[in-house]
């Protein structure tokens, strides 16, 4: 009898000791050899079958978690041939009999086959997968947990270990809240947006936006075959992912034409990344055309379509290289700059639940590079992009001073890390305010006065452990509460938990409050359960703080549990990022 990948049964890693962990542990790439066991498809005498409008699926169940999985499914036509640099095409064919939905999809293409291919990699990506409690009553329609994965809009798929799903949708069995939860691939880079004026001018823009839409068609189309409910669905991403939230927020001017409910941004906000044009990206789209013999075609794009991928794929750029494709403001899909949009209310008015990282920019900031005021001014003038001009540059540095008890990571005291350059905490709190804190501010502001009772911000606050030798431990200690850190606890993978008790009860409730925000808008526990439970603090909307706004700040019992804190860290600067914030194209 065949066998078929199939996720792990809760799988774990060896307690360790805390007290015997180093201090702090090098990073290491992905780990795969907890995620996946090989597991006969006799364990269930019937898998589970779900029949969409196209045909029916059989998926797999799992019985350590008790679920069933439905992984791969496409929610569009492959990307490639005619339909590459294309909007994503509906499926438009039918079957008899079950296909099989047992493995994940290949992911699209990106220049980090290494980490992303172990599905395989190819431009027939665009899929989606579900996890869904098994024996669940049909009358009970579960509502979606949607997520978005993340990767600068340049690496990434569903198909990680990091972004399994089943431990969440375990979770909301125990507390008797249970959802559905649903993955994607969509595409990257220049192939989710290539830009030109041909691009432009054919309407084939942010195609990577445009996936994730038809990704959220196909679930209203379809998710109530696999016990979902269609009316009650929340869009979830971190980093790119939580960009791309706030485009979706934001599309068509907040036109949400019933896709989605709720909204939940990890660290990233639809002003983060930049905003250039055809000036920025036609000389790259030039230079591919030239590089593929599409120069003496009357179409150039309908010749790209024709080139063969093992030729166009090393093509499309590297990490070192470039290029780096961002969404465009096309006027269509994304109308004006998201800030525009912002301000004035022209996006989806939804419950938000919404934050950051403690020490977001502790990974932007250059090691070893910034050791003076010169480095800085130097740094953010020429080397940032950010197009301050210098008295704008000058006023940052007056903001932002050396003093390494005010830098990032927090509360580091005057601990410089001067191996990483001697204003390395000074970098990382301006590039982390430029990109996650400040925009989160104007964007918490304006959801919340659109949305008062319906907009929860967070700041994460708990260190990492990390993979090492022996049982790991604590991450460096320069790198604090880093870009990402919050993922492994949402996730509750125990592969990138960690063995610490702590850490699985901190999980263990943040998971909690966004399976609550996925059922009720609101992060909080029921009523009923909340009089059972008064012991946890209740988190309050932001608007509850005034004027100054309310943070949540979830961290540890050890380091003193959850409370709320006014949003006002490092305001002036904050503030003062987002007044110059156009002049970054967003």
């Not at 006969?40 to 409008?53: D, F, I, K, L, M």
């Not at 804190?437 to 911000?457: C, E, K, V, W």
Request: net charge neutral.
């Amino acid at each position: 009898m065949s066998l078929k990948p199939v996720a792990a049964e809760k799988p774990g890693i060896p307690a360790c000791p805390e007290k015997n962990a180093p201090q702090e542990a090098r990073k290491t790439p992905g780990v795969r050899r907890v995620l996946f066991s090989w597991l006969s498809p006799s364990s269930r005498e019937h898998p589970p079958q779900a029949t969409v409008r196209n045909g029916t699926y059989e998926g797999l169940y799992t019985p350590g978690f008790n679920q069933d999985l439905f992984l791969g499914m496409p929610y569009a036509q492959d990307t490639g041939g005619p339909n590459r640099f294309r909007i994503p095409q509906a499926l438009n064919t039918t079957w008899s009999g079950a296909r099989t939905a047992t493995r994940y999809s290949h992911a699209c293409p990106d220049f980090t086959p290494q980490d992303d291919d172990l599905w395989g990699m190819s431009e027939n990506c665009l899929s989606i997968n579900v996890v869904r409690p098994a024996g669940n009553p049909r009358h009970q329609k579960l509502p979606v947990l949607f997520w978005i994965h993340g990767g600068s809009y340049q690496v990434g798929t569903s198909g990680l270990d990091r972004y399994n799903l089943s431990w969440i949708v375990d979770r909301s069995v125990q507390i008797g809240r249970p959802i559905l939860a649903a993955s994607i691939n969509y595409r990257k880079g220049g192939w989710g947006f290539m830009h030109s004026i041909e691009v432009k001018g054919s309407g084939n823009t942010n195609l990577a936006l445009r996936d994730m839409r038809q990704a959220l068609a196909w679930v209203q189309e379809n998710i109530a075959a696999f016990g979902g409910d269609a009316s009650r669905v929340t869009i979830w991403g971190e980093s790119a992912g939580s960009f791309a939230v706030g485009q979706l927020l934001m599309s068509y001017g907040g036109r949400v034409d019933g896709l989605f409910h709720r909204s939940i941004q990890q660290s990233g906000s639809a002003a983060t990344a930049w905003y250039n044009g055809t000036a920025w990206y036609q000389p790259i789209y030039d230079k591919i055309v030239k590089q593929t013999g599409c120069s003496v075609a009357p179409d150039t794009l309908a010749c790209l379509r024709t080139v063969p991928y093992d030729i166009l794929y090393p093509l499309m750029g590297t990490e070192a290289d470039g290029p780096v494709f961002y969404p465009t403001v096309d006027g269509d899909i994304l109308p004006r700059y998201p800030t525009d949009l912002l301000h004035a209310g022209r996006f989806a008015h939804v419950p938000h639940l919404y934050g950051s990282n403690s020490d977001e920019g502790t990974d932007n900031a250059p090691a070893g590079t910034i050791n003076t005021d010169d480095d800085l001014y130097n740094h953010l003038l020429h080397k940032s992009g950010f197009n301050f001009p210098e008295h704008v540059v000058r006023r940052i540095m007056q903001l932002y001073p050396d003093d390494p008890s005010q830098g990032i990571p927090l509360n580091t005291g005057n601990e410089r890390f001067a191996s990483r350059g001697r204003q390395f905490k000074r970098a990382a709190a301006i590039l982390g305010d430029v990109y996650y804190h400040a925009p989160r501010l104007d964007d918490a502001r304006h959801y919340s006065r659109h949305n008062p009772n319906g907009t929860f911000i967070y700041r994460f606050n708990t260190r990492p452990w990390v993979m090492g030798k022996a049982c790991g431990g604590l991450g460096a200690a320069y790198a604090g509460v880093a870009h990402a850190t919050e993922l492994a606890f949402l996730f509750g993978n125990p592969s990138w938990l960690g063995p610490w008790p702590k850490y699985k009860a901190l999980s263990e409730k943040v998971q909690e409050m966004w399976i609550n925000f996925a059922h009720d808008g609101n992060p909080n526990r029921p009523s009923a359960a909340a009089a059972a439970t008064a012991a946890q603090v209740a988190w309050p909307p932001y608007a509850s703080g005034g004027d100054e706004g309310a943070n949540f700040v979830l961290q540890t019992e050890e380091q003193g549990g959850f409370y709320v804190e006014p949003d006002t860290y490092r305001l002036a600067g904050r503030e003062f990022l987002t007044e110059w914030a156009r002049r970054r194209h967003v």
